[in-house]
């Protein structure tokens, strides 16, 4: 395993140690290339990449809101999660060879992960490449990634030509660094992966790193492995708070109190993210809250009245003039109407200032100016970041959803039914604020939303259940399975499977699950002789002949390899449905049930205080 980096190299540093990696990557180009490139043998090159490097290496934390701090300052080995065994990752070589995906869950650390390999990157004594990083929620409908990708070398005076990305690409001297494929606007998201796959395909020399959450479009391409982050177990917490700053006798008490809270929490402490937010909370409360969604309930409150252990204890000015509920509340509307507008983590001044307008509009006495709350939320809660000129963003893209739903939450049932039935339709969009949703809007969400959705699930599976032959399948097969095909290529006089899918997004929540199970069901050792071939050609369903490879329905598939393990499949998932209708009309009945109350004889006075 590579050995970590020093903290201590500044960026100006590392822009000279890799100025040979420039000058060979000068040297060996021809041509254009290498008139292109004849800046990187230059001596006072250093500088750019200097600032590349600062760039990639400084960021701004919740601990540190008004200004940039490198990452190499407090970052703590992040591990991945191997079939046997769990592995720092402190290099991108630790990661294996060919293209990955690093899958995490919110607040994993992924985006920090992919900084710090960049830095890593650079710093290598031998083999080193230059890494390219880009944080995908920048792209746009007018900004894709081969733009993107112009951009970045623009910003260090390149201009990146055909012939010089061609040589780039080719030469094994770059690497490609994608963070946040999940905080891709949905829009574009299908057109960002066909990018990545064409240039993988078109590049092979050229590794891709991309991060994402789970169930995303990047995870489906063939040419990507996914390896995913491992959580924080309870040996990490003290390494992990001790690189925060966190004292030793501060972090026992911590640790200590983690492990006396009750399991279901104990099991949520596992990320970064939520580690960091249990510093916070309990530096302020000396205790830590029992269930997910209070974490960020508190965490409002914390922010505004925090004594923080690495700093004097301070009281922030409120610009706004609004208490703290009503800041909140105010927030609240905002963070749904940025989700509610197509926003991404990030908003420039312009759509700032129409959600504002907005959450303005949806709560009652929230009079302030912009700026101010603005001043509020960037410079006294830190839960929104100014970065450049012109835009704002969301310190974690949770912090949005999680606000977001509290704002449902908050709502009249009348509202709340009808987002309920306007997220089914768009319920990828509201994924996470969704989960949330089911924790604190559990009777709503439980009737309004669960119950139907999860009917709907079965209705949408039921057809196929029983089904007897390949044609019968293939047409009752739901349109997010049923473009999807087998891939057989022709290799030393036999067919191998070699490609599956696409598999769609699927049009409810509950069948996400298919969606990624659906390739548990494919083998990829099947092979099918000549005869086979000929005979599957030869029958009444549609397969296609390309060159040297054959083109089998996933219906087709199903039927002749893995039926039986295909209907088990189906048992267990109407199963698995039924149990989650059932749960949800236990909760709908527990709210209904409760005026009840009343009818149940004659209570002690005082008993009942109905504010």
């Avoid at 094994?172 to 796959?197: N, R, T």
């Avoid at 391409?221 to 309870?234: D, G, K, M, P, Y």
């Avoid at 057809?463 to 999807?484: I, Q, Y």
Wanted: charged residues 25%.
């Amino acid at each position: 395993m590579t050995t970590p980096a020093s903290p201590f190299i500044e960026t100006v540093a590392i822009a000279r140690i890799a100025s040979p990696l420039l000058k060979d990557i000068y040297e060996n180009a021809k041509d254009g290339a290498k008139k292109a490139l004849a800046k990187w043998n230059t001596i006072s090159y250093s500088k750019k990449f200097e600032k590349l490097v600062k760039n990639i290496d400084e960021v701004k934390t919740i601990w540190s809101p008004g200004e940039s701090v490198s990452l190499r300052s407090f970052y703590h080995l992040a591990k991945i999660r191997n079939k046997k065994s769990i592995c720092p990752v402190a290099a991108i070589s630790d990661l294996g060879a060919g293209n990955v995906v690093i899958q995490g869950i919110v607040g994993q650390g992924k985006s920090m992960l992919l900084r710090y390999l960049s830095i890593q990157e650079v710093i290598k004594k031998e083999n080193g490449r230059l890494p390219i990083f880009l944080e995908l929620r920048k792209l746009t409908p007018k900004i894709n990634l081969n733009l993107a990708i112009s951009n970045y070398f623009r910003e260090i005076d390149i201009n990146l030509s055909s012939e010089v990305f061609e040589y780039l690409a080719n030469s094994g001297k770059i690497v490609l660094l994608l963070d946040g494929f999940d905080e891709l606007d949905p829009a574009i998201a299908k057109e960002a992966s066909l990018d990545i796959e064409h240039l993988s395909k078109k590049h092979p020399e050229l590794q891709f790193i991309v991060s994402s959450r789970p169930d995303n479009e990047i995870q489906k391409i063939n040419q990507f492995r996914v390896v995913e982050i491992a959580t924080l177990s309870q040996k990490d917490q003290g390494p992990f708070l001790r690189a925060l700053g966190v004292d030793a006798s501060k972090s026992a008490e911590i640790m200590r109190a983690i492990k006396d809270s009750p399991s279901n929490i104990t099991e949520l402490i596992n990320t970064p993210l939520m580690l960091t937010l249990v510093v916070f909370v309990y530096q302020s409360e000396s205790n830590i809250p029992d269930e997910l969604p209070e974490f960020f309930e508190r965490l409002f409150h914390t922010v505004f009245t925090r004594h923080d252990g690495l700093k004097d204890c301070f009281k922030r000015q409120h610009h706004s003039g609004l208490s703290e509920r009503r800041l909140q509340s105010l927030f609240e509307a905002f963070s749904f109407m940025a989700q509610q507008g197509g926003q991404k983590r990030t908003l420039n001044r312009s759509q700032f200032n129409e959600c504002f307008d907005l959450a303005l509009d949806y709560t009652d006495g929230c009079f302030c100016d912009e700026s101010n709350f603005r001043k509020d939320i960037t410079r006294v809660a830190c839960l929104m970041m100014e970065e450049g000129i012109d835009d704002i963003t969301f310190l974690h893209k949770s912090i949005a959803e999680y606000y977001s739903a509290a704002f449902i939450k908050n709502s009249d049932d009348k509202f709340a039914i009808k987002f309920y039935k306007e997220a089914s339709k768009n319920w990828h969009y509201w994924h996470e604020t969704l989960n949330f949703l089911s924790a604190i809007d559990s009777f709503r969400f439980s009737r309004y939303f669960a119950k139907p959705n999860l009917i709907n699930a079965i209705e949408i599976i039921k057809p196929l259940m029983g089904t007897v032959t390949e044609v019968e399948l293939c047409k009752k097969l739901p349109p997010f399975l049923s473009k999807a095909t087998a891939v057989f290529e022709k290799i030393k006089g036999k067919y191998e499977l070699t490609n599956f899918g696409p598999i769609l997004m699927p049009p409810n929540m509950y069948l996400l699950r298919v969606a990624n199970e659906m390739h548990e069901l494919i083998d990829f050792s099947w092979v099918l002789t000549e005869s086979e071939a000929q005979a599957l050609l030869d029958g009444e369903m549609q397969i296609s002949l390309n060159g040297d490879s054959i083109e089998v329905p996933f219906g087709c598939a199903l039927m002749r390899w893995s039926k039986k393990s295909f209907d088990q499949y189906l048992d267990t998932l109407e199963e698995s449905f039924l149990k989650n209708i059932s749960l949800a009309e236990k909760t709908s009945l527990k709210m209904t049930e409760r005026p009840k109350i009343f009818s149940k004889g004659k209570l002690s006075a005082g008993a009942i205080r109905i504010k």
